[in-house]
Each structure stands twice: as C-alpha cells, then as structure tokens.
C-alpha cells in the first residue's frame, strides 16, 4: 500500500481490533492471520485487497503480525515523514 494512504499505525491495544461478529469488523482484515496482531495499520480511504487471488474486499484497517512492531512502526513513520518533507528525526 503506498504511504500516503496510511492514517495511523500503531501497537493495537484490546479495543482496537474488533471482535469476530462485531460491526466494526466488516473493513477490518488480520492479514497474518491466525497469529494474533501486533500492528494495526488504519488507512485514509478503504482499498480493495484481493483474497486468495479471487475473493476482492475493501479494507480500511489492517492488522499484521511482525517480529518487530516498534521497528516496523517506527520505520514506516520515517517513510512518511520523508515523503511528506518533513525533517528527518534522528534515530539512536
């Protein structure tokens, strides 16, 4: 998904990912599914992801499992701030 199209990503905490048979769930998708997720990325407008290459649905939330959230995250906020223009915060 490209950049510019993120809101948010973040660590989710209990209420950020919705529960099986809740409403909220219909634009949401574990995309690592069956591990739990650890990071929750919200996109600006829901997108059309294509599941086992013939079910398509839109999706405005997306929750992945990766074995380092906070590099992950941190990573893909420094794209975003290099793609916006914006200085570069130093990373330690």
Request: glycine fraction near 6%; include cysteine; proline fraction near 12%.
């Amino acid at each position: 998904m490209p950049l510019q199209t993120i809101a948010t990503v973040l660590r989710p905490s209990w209420g950020d990912v919705p529960a099986a048979g809740e409403p909220a769930r219909a634009d949401y998708r574990n995309l690592t599914k069956p591990a739990t997720p650890n990071v929750l990325v919200t996109l600006e407008a829901p997108m059309i992801v294509h599941l086992l290459s013939a079910i398509a649905q839109p999706v405005r939330r997306v929750g992945l499992c990766v074995d380092d959230p906070d590099g992950f995250i941190g990573a893909v906020e420094l794209a975003r701030a290099a793609a916006a223009g914006q200085p570069q915060p130093t990373r330690s």
